[in-house]
Structures are given as C-alpha cells and as structure tokens.
C-alpha cells in the first residue's frame, strides 16, 4: 500500500511540475513600473503602472540611435564615414559622472564605432556628437527625437537632451516598450552590429588625437549583464539617474518568439545592487513570457473549391501566408478564422492563383488575414468536359445577373 502511494505522489508531482512550465506565475517585481509586449503582435502581457511616465535617464539613446541608424540607412552616411570628434561631442563637454566612450576633440573614428560607443559604452559624449553630426545642433536633434516619436503616436514620451542626463526626459514603460518594438522593427541589423556587443574598446590607436589628453584604450562592458547569460537576449539599453532610479529595456527571442521587457525605477542604497536588481527583474520578466507564450504561424486553413473546364472538379485553396501570433497553451481554443472564396474557378491556372480571403480571430477580434490561393496548378480539361462546364457557367451567371446589393 506504501509503494502505491509514493507512486502516486510521485505521478501527482511530476503532473504539477510540467503543468508549471506551462502555467508560471507572474514575477513579483520591485521595480516602480514594467512591462513586457509580445514582439510580434505588440500584446502587453505584464503591466505594472505601465502608464506612469518616468525618466528613462539612458534608455533615451535609444530614441538617439533611430536617428542614426535612419541616417544610415538614408545614406547620409556609411558605416565607415570618418567622423572628427568637436568640442560638442568631447568627453570633456561632459558634467561629471556621465557615462562616456572617451571621445575627445581632435579624434576621428568612423561612423559605426560612434553608434556602437552610444549604444555600448552608454557614451553621452558620443550622443552628442551625433545629435551634432546630424542635425547641426543638439538643440535642433532634440526637436527631430521628440517629432519622431509624436509621428509614431508616443505623446506620452518627451525629450529635452539626446543622452537622458536630465530628470525632465520622460517615457511611459508601454510607451517605450512600442518604441523599442518599432526600432528594433526598422533596424533588425542594430541588435547584431550595435546591442549584442559585449565590449567596446575605444579609442583605437588609430583614433587617438596626437596633441589630445587620452593617449589610451579602454575596454567598456555592456551595460546590459543579461548579454549571454539569458538564452535569447540580444540586446537593449540601460539607464540611470539618481531621479529615475535602475533602468532596464531588454529584449530575447527564441524561435519564433521575441518579447519586450522593460523595468523602470529600481532604487536601492547600493548602486551595484540596483545594477544586480534590475538585471534579474528584466530576466524574470523574459522567462515569464516564454514560459507561458509561443510565437507561431496562425492555424493552417484549407478550403475546397468547385473548378470548371479542369481536368480535376475540385481544387483546395490554402493561406498565402500564415501570418504570426502570439498565444498561450490555454488561449488556443479562442482562435477561429473565417474565409471568403469565389463562386469556382475555371482552369487553367498556375499555382499560387488566388480565390479568396481568410481571416484569423482572437477572442472575436481579428489579429491576422491572408489571400487563399491554389495549392497546385489547374490544368485544362478535355473538349467534351470543357464543352459541359460550359453551360453550367452560363447558367450560374444568368440565375445570379439580378444578385446585386443595392446602395
């Protein structure tokens, strides 16, 4: 009786501990404000005072760094433009205490090493220089980084300097969260060439200014501690001020699946606390999301359709495309789909002709559509089949000529 009993508490606990890899429990944070969005649908799935706007202290180089990379991809500039450091971008332009990539004036490095200095080595030096290079000034780079993101529907972000070094910066965890989800959406090649980068080592000898004050390489890690010690992490941006507290934007994918997870305003007495805080609280949040969600193509749908003058009577039409959703074990009884289809098609056809619509559905709301097309090609028929179908087309067009919706 004893050995049956320990067989099933141990059946009883296994059942409890696969169940909980599907069914993790929320993390409980110190952080002031979080949340973590799906990548691929922007759904919030943890949201802690998410509408609270904050200053973001460095995570504002991230608003710096889409001007950049737009500039780039505008080709204003190419990933090797030599760029020569001004009193402007000096590490000795500066208050105290600033996080720097150690530019100084005199210098020239090329324009990738000066967005990996900003989004590696934190550098507002380097911000500023950007702001700089693209704009003329960074008052007039301020004015372009908040009408970027009032373009892109964040009226709940506003920015007053292009490094976040004052408390008067401000984001919303969902807003930036959004912003995040659109940069890394415009510029997928930045997490490789930018954010995953575990060091940077700057100046090189090449870049020193003969006559300058920093005759020698420093070696800066990433701000960003969850670079290779949480599977999936890629990137995103750190930050800190005594006003904002711990700052923690990161981002992971795995498969399919990408999430968001932001944390504002750890404080502790410790300052490597708060470093050790908001790393663990931003690697909480990832694992809660793929612990209880997937990314993975929407349902695949198949639709039979009548044919005429083919050898075949009968075609299917599948999606064109599945597109991607994001959804939990329990959520995916909740996904329907409806489609359209013409009344038949007539042969030939090559495959991939289109001959309908379909439309996914999440709890009655609509998160994604494709075109149905053939899933073969639709070869002729024969004359005395073609001739019969015929007038069975003939026939369906005069018996529905009055089907008309009037207006």
């Known amino acids: 009786m004893q050995k049956i009993t320990n067989k099933i508490l141990i059946i009883l606990l296994f059942i409890a501990a696969a169940t909980s890899l599907f069914t993790q429990e929320a993390p409980v ?221 990161a981002t992971a994918k795995r498969g399919e699946t990408r999430f968001i997870a932001v944390i504002m305003g750890v404080f502790t007495d410790v300052y490597r606390d708060g470093l050790t805080v908001r790393a663990q609280e931003a690697g909480d949040l990832l694992e809660y999301g793929f612990d209880n969600w997937k990314t993975a193509p929407l349902p695949a749908v198949s639709v039979p359709l009548k044919v005429y003058s083919g050898k075949k009577e009968e075609t299917v039409l599948i999606p064109e495309k599945n597109p991607l959703f994001t959804w939990s074990r329990d959520e995916e009884k909740s996904l329907t789909w409806e489609f359209t289809t013409a009344p038949w098609l007539r042969a030939p056809l090559p495959q991939g002709s289109p001959g309908g619509s379909v439309t996914w559905y999440f709890e009655g709301e609509p998160v994604g559509t494709s075109a149905l097309v053939t899933e073969e090609a639709l070869e002729k028929g024969g004359f005395f089949h073609n001739f019969i179908d015929l007038f069975e087309i003939l026939f369906y067009n005069i018996s529905h000529r009055n089907d008309r919706v009037e207006e």
């Not at 450091?85 to 324009?111: H, I, K």
């Not at 008052?139 to 529907?153: A, Q």
Request: aromatic share 10%.
């Open 29 to 249: 944070l110190t952080a002031e404000g979080a949340v973590l969005m799906d990548y691929a649908t922007g759904r919030i799935l943890f949201d802690k005072h998410g509408d609270i706007p904050r200053p973001p202290a460095s995570m504002t180089k991230l608003v710096t760094l889409y001007l950049g990379c737009e500039a780039l991809e505008k080709g204003e500039f190419d990933r090797k433009t030599p760029i020569h450091v001004t009193e402007t971008g000096s590490a000795f332009s500066r208050p105290p205490g600033s996080s720097l990539m150690l530019l100084e004036e005199g210098q020239t490095l090329d324009y990738l090493t000066l967005l990996q200095g900003i989004a590696v080595s934190s550098g507002n030096d380097g911000a500023y220089q950007l702001a700089e290079l693209i704009a003329g000034t960074p008052e007039d780079f301020v004015d372009r980084m908040n009408l970027l993101v009032y373009s892109l529907g964040y009226g709940q972000m506003h920015f007053v300097d292009p490094d976040g070094w004052s408390a008067e910066d401000r984001v919303t965890p969902l807003s930036y969260a959004g912003f995040a989800r659109d940069y890394i959406g415009r510029f997928p090649w930045a997490l490789t060439e930018l954010h995953s980068r575990e060091s940077l080592t700057y100046p090189a000898q090449e870049n020193i200014a003969p006559e300058g004050l920093i005759q020698s390489s420093r070696t800066k890690k990433n701000t960003n501690w969850l670079l290779g010690e949480v599977e999936g992490v890629d990137g995103l941006k750190t930050g800190y001020i005594d006003e904002s507290g711990f700052n923690f934007t």
